[in-house]
T-cell receptor
């Protein structure tokens, strides 16, 4: 069965420092991977996705993610964090066993402090 | 204009009642979804629906049923509400399959007393 794990419930980083939010996956076949962000009391917003092609995917708001097949990871990164990046981040994988719907990880809360 | 809208925003009701949450998208998308987010923020897909196919997450109780009067709407009907149904329910839509970007509504916060 497809699954995705976000090992950190919360990540704390100082403004201006680089940030990484971790995601690992387990799939059969080709992995299709996504990152979404949820701001307080809002719905999720799409950040980026990996379907095929370059392992480094660039997305919205300066975020990027690196697909690493050997480590089955798809970590989200940003070179310089902003306080406004503080939110809940979800990694997701296409679930072939659920009609190709997305299966989300448990979410990681990112706190960026001034 | 709001791309994906949901009503109501908040819903407080008693156990055993039947309720509906409405969702509308004005993006011209083919596929719509319902998600449940629990108190720990865990997000679970409930349904995926387009004009050809309804896909149901097998873990969803049959008290939950999506109803689509047309391509722009996917309402969620819940029968015999239980305490454990308390959650935030998000509607989303995408152009085609789940591989396309999904656009989420603002959520409906359901509290069952």
């Amino acid at each position: 069965a497809q699954s995705v794990a976000q090992p950190e419930d919360q990540v704390n980083v100082a403004e201006g420092n680089p940030l990484t939010v971790k995601c690992t996956y387990s799939v059969s076949g080709n992995p299709y991977l996504f990152w979404y962000v949820q701001y307080p009391n809002r719905g999720l917003q799409f950040l980026l996705k990996y379907i095929t092609g370059d392992n480094l995917v660039k997305g919205s708001y300066g975020f990027e993610a690196e697909f690493n097949k050997s480590q089955t990871s798809f970590h989200l990164k940003k070179p310089s964090a902003l306080v406004s990046d503080s939110a809940l981040y979800f990694c997701a994988v296409r679930d072939k066993n659920a009609g190709n719907m997305l299966t989300f990880g448990g979410g990681t809360r990112l706190m960026v402090k001034p | 204009d709001t791309a994906v809208s949901q009503t109501p925003k908040y819903l407080v009701t008693q156990m055993g009642n039947d309720k509906s949450i409405k969702c509308e998208q004005n993006l011209g998308h083919d596929t719509m979804y319902w998600y449940k987010q629990d108190s720990k923020k865990f997000l679970k897909i409930m349904f995926s629906y387009n004009n050809k196919e309804l896909i149901i997450n097998e873990t969803v109780p049959n008290r939950f049923s999506p109803k689509s009067p047309d391509k722009a709407h996917l309402n969620l009907h819940i029968n015999s509400l239980e305490l454990g149904d308390s959650a935030v329910y998000f509607c989303a839509s995408s152009r085609g399959t789940a591989l396309e970007t999904q656009y989420f509504g603002p959520g409906t916060r359901l509290l069952v007393l």
